[in-house]
C-alpha cells in the first residue's frame, strides 16, 4: 500500500505554501504575497504521532475573468493569468489523487465566493475534507473562523502557518482521516534513483519530464520561468524505480531576479544535491552556452554524475558532420567533463527520447562500481611504471597502497610517503589511468591521498 496522499488546495494567496513549509519542516515551496507564485503540485512528505504520509502543495484555484481591457479581475501576478486553468488543472488532479483533502482559507479575509466555489469543487470530490483556517494569530481571529463551518465541510482549525500554532490540532484530525491500518502498510524506503532535470529557462526541461512519465504532470509553457519548484514523480522504467525532479530553469546570477526567482534557484541547487544523476539539458538551437557551463560546474562540484541531453534536436539542419561537430563542441566548451555520455534528442517529437534513461541507468551503475583493492593497486603500478612522478625533492613520491574507501561517489584513498611530493598533474594522471580500466562513464571520482605516519621509534 503507498503512503497516503494529503492535498492542500484553496484560492490564492491564503498560505498553502507556507502551511506546506510548516508541516513538511522545512522551506521547500516557494513562499511568496503575490498571488499565483505556486504553479506545479509540489510534493513533500511528513511523520506525525507515528503516521508518515505525502503532502501536495498545489496552486491557488482561481476564477479569472479578463476584463475588456484584458487585465486580470484579480490581484495575480504579472503573467500569472496565462497559467491559470493549467494552475486549476493541476490543482484537480490533486484533489483526484488525495486520501485525505486540507482546504487552506484566510481567517482574516472570511469566506469568499473563490472559497466558495472551491468548496463546491470538494463536495463533489467525495473526500474528506478539513478546513484550516490560517491566519488566525489570536484568540479574536479564532473566533471569526467560525463562519467557515457554513462552507459545510465539516471542522474548521483555525491556526497560523507562520507562527505553527494550531497546526498540531490540524495534523491531529488529518491522521485520523488517513486510510491506513499500520506502518507496515507503507511502500519501504525509498530506494529509487533520483534524477534531476536541470538547464537553464526555457530548453525543455518540463517538456522532456512529461514526456518521459507519459504525460502532463507538469506545466509545459514556450514562456522562460514556467516551473518555479522542484516536482518530483516517481515512474518505473524496466523494473527499475525512479524518481524525476524536474526544477526551475538556472539563469545566469547577475540576470535572477530577487525574490521568487531567487528562491526557485536555490530550490534548484537543492535538487542536484539530493540527485544521484543529473540530466543536464541543452538546448540545440543555442548550443553550448556560458551559463550551460555554470551548471555542468555547479553540478560537478556537488559529485553527482551526468548526461548530457541535447534538446530540440529534431529543429537543427543536418547533415553527415552535424552531431560530430556538435560534440566537438560540446569536447571544447565542457572539457572538464571529458566522462559525460551525450545523447540527442527532441522531447516534442519524441526522438531518441528512450535513450535518456538507458543513459542515466548505465551511469548510475556506473556511479556505483567498486574496484577490488588488488585491482586497484595493479593499476596503480602499472601506471607509476609507464610514468614516474616527477619531483625536484631529493625524495620520490611513493604510494604505498590504494583502496577504494566508498561509492556513490567513487571515493579512493592513497597512503603515499608525503603529500607535498604529489603535483595536481599526476593526481590527474592517475585519474585517468584508473578510468582507462574502469570508465566510470559519467561519473566523477574522488581521489585521496593521506601520508603515512612515521611510527615513532620506542624508548
Known amino acids: 500500500m503507498k503512503k497516503p496522499l494529503v492535498a492542500l488546495v484553496g484560492r490564492p494567496n491564503v498560505g498553502k505554501s507556507a502551511l506546506y513549509n510548516r508541516l513538511v519542516g522545512q522551506r521547500q515551496a516557494v513562499v511568496s504575497d503575490v498571488p499565483g507564485t505556486t504553479r506545479d503540485r509540489l510534493i513533500g512528505e511528513t511523520e506525525w504521532n507515528g503516521a508518515t504520509f505525502k503532502l501536495v502543495d498545489t496552486g491557488g484555484i482561481e476564477v479569472y475573468q479578463p476584463r475588456q481591457d484584458g487585465q486580470p479581475t484579480s490581484p495575480l501576478e504579472e503573467g500569472s493569468e496565462l497559467f491559470v486553468p493549467q494552475i486549476r488543472a493541476q490543482a484537480m488532479l490533486a484533489i483526484e489523487e488525495a486520501d ?14 473563490a472559497d466558495q466555489e472551491v468548496a463546491d469543487i470538494l463536495h463533489r470530490s467525495h473526500k474528506p475534507v478539513i478546513v484550516a483556517a490560517n491566519k488566525a494569530d489570536n484568540y479574536k481571529r479564532h473566533d471569526d473562523t467560525f463562519e467557515f463551518y457554513g462552507l459545510g465541510l465539516g471542522e474548521v482549525f483555525a491556526l497560523s502557518a507562520l507562527h505553527g500554532t494550531g497546526t498540531g490540532d490540524l495534523l491531529d484530525a488529518v491522521v485520523e482521516a488517513l486510510p491506513y491500518e499500520s506502518p507496515e502498510d507503507y511502500d519501504a524506503e525509498d530506494d529509487s534513483i533520483k534524477i534531476a532535470i536541470v538547464g537553464r529557462p526555457n ?47 538556472i539563469r545566469r546570477r547577475g540576470r535572477v531576479a530577487q525574490g521568487i526567482e531567487q528562491y526557485s534557484v536555490i530550490r534548484a541547487q537543492k535538487a542536484v544535491e539530493r540527485a544521484d544523476v543529473v540530466l543536464l539539458v541543452i538546448d540545440a538551437q543555442d548550443g553550448i552556452t556560458q551559463q550551460d557551463a555554470h551548471i555542468a560546474g555547479m553540478v560537478q562540484d556537488e559529485y553527482k554524475s551526468v548526461v548530457i541531453v541535447v534538446n530540440k534536436w529534431d529543429v537543427i539542419e543536418k547533415d553527415t558532420n552535424t552531431m560530430n561537430t556538435f560534440m566537438e563542441d560540446i569536447r571544447r566548451d565542457l572539457a572538464f567533463l571529458p566522462y559525460v555520455p551525450v545523447v540527442f534528442i527532441s522531447a516534442l517529437t519524441g526522438q531518441r527520447i528512450h535513450t535518456v534513461l538507458e543513459a542515466a541507468i548505465r551511469v548510475q551503475e556506473e556511479r ?20 614516474a612522478p616527477q619531483t ?68
Do not use: C
Request: without cysteine; aromatic residues 6%.
Open 100 to 113: 485525505v483533502i486540507v482546504m487552506v482559507v484566510d481567517a482574516i479575509q472570511g469566506i469568499t465566493a
Open 368 to 387: 556505483l562500481t567498486r574496484i577490488p583493492t588488488s585491482e586497484l593497486n595493479r593499476i596503480v603500478r602499472d601506471a607509476m611504471l609507464r610514468h
Open 392 to 459: 625536484r625533492q631529493p625524495r620520490p613520491l611513493k604510494i604505498f597502497v590504494a583502496q577504494q574507501v566508498r561509492v556513490d561517489p567513487p571515493t579512493f584513498l592513497f597512503h603515499i610517503n608525503d603529500a607535498s611530493l604529489l603535483h595536481f598533474t599526476y593526481e590527474r594522471y592517475l585519474e585517468n589511468q584508473i578510468r582507462r580500466v574502469y570508465p566510470f562513464t559519467g561519473t566523477p571520482i574522488r581521489l585521496s591521498f593521506r601520508p603515512r605516519e612515521r611510527r615513532k621509534r620506542e624508548k
Open 203 to 249: 530548453v525543455g526541461k518540463s517538456s522532456l519530464l512529461n514526456k518521459l512519465i507519459g504525460h502532463d504532470r507538469v506545466i509545459v509553457s514556450d514562456i522562460a520561468g514556467t516551473t518555479r519548484d522542484a516536482i518530483d514523480m516517481q515512474v518505473v522504467w524496466e523494473n527499475i524505480p525512479i524518481t524525476l525532479i524536474d526544477t526551475a530553469g
